[in-house]
């Protein structure tokens, strides 16, 4: 099963989930397809499982991100604390991105991350109630949802280069993301220079 699940990862990042097949799933797997049929009636039902697994990945990431102990650091310590195994995670499972963002995806996966990217804006959100307990909830709620556009956008970038490349834009993903919450978020935390 985990070798049929690395092979759909495979087939979904290089043709998109739309022009993947089981058949193209089953020979990166090295197996015949009646022995993809087994374990999964179609692609949609891959991709479920696939996308569930990934999802439950994610939000150990994103676990490990927003943590109480964060909050105590300076912003730009913060946001390498968070945004790392954010990152990492996508580096380390691209068709994450290639499963949530294709337009065909099946609407359970669809729904999931829908759930998740709310979860992650609640989580930005209660990060700059956290240092700005007075702001408003409609300027809390604009400043996460831009905070949260910016990494995706960035994210975008990272992912399509490789080796030091990457490396660069990650740390210019980060700096963007320290210029833009500094002034927010800058009085109230105790700051130093961006990282990178």
Same mark, same amino acid.
């Given at each position: ?103 065909? &995806? ?5 729904? @999931?991350? $829908? +759930?998740?990217? /709310?979860? *992650? ?6 990060? %700059? ?28 970038? &990272? ?5 030091? @490349?990457? $490396? +660069?834009?990650? /740390?210019? *993903? ?6 833009? %919450? ?15």
């Amino acid at each position: 099963m985990a070798q049929l699940l690395q092979a759909a990862a495979n087939v979904f990042c290089s043709s998109g989930y739309t022009a993947a097949s089981t058949n193209a799933i089953a020979r990166e797997a090295s197996v015949s397809p009646g022995t993809l049929y087994q374990f999964f009636p179609n692609k949609e039902a891959i991709a479920v499982e696939l996308g569930e697994r990934l999802m439950h990945e994610m939000r150990e990431a994103h676990g490990q991100a927003f943590t109480p102990a964060n909050l105590a650091l300076p912003l730009d310590q913060m946001l390498d604390a968070v945004l790392d195994p954010m990152i990492q995670f996508n580096c380390e499972n691209p068709v994450f991105f290639a499963l949530m963002h294709g337009s065909d &995806v099946p609407g359970r996966i669809a729904e @999931e991350h $829908d +759930a998740l990217h /709310a979860s *992650l804006l609640s989580r930005v959100e209660e990060l %700059l109630a956290h240092y700005l307990p007075d702001m408003p909830a409609a300027e809390r709620s604009r400043t996460a949802d831009m905070t949260f556009a910016l990494f995706k956008a960035g994210l975008d970038l &990272v992912l399509a280069h490789e080796d030091a @490349e990457r $490396d +660069a834009y990650i /740390a210019e *993903l980060k700096r963007v993301m320290f210029r833009y %919450l500094d002034p927010v978020v800058g009085k109230a935390v105790l700051t130093t220079s961006p990282s990178g």
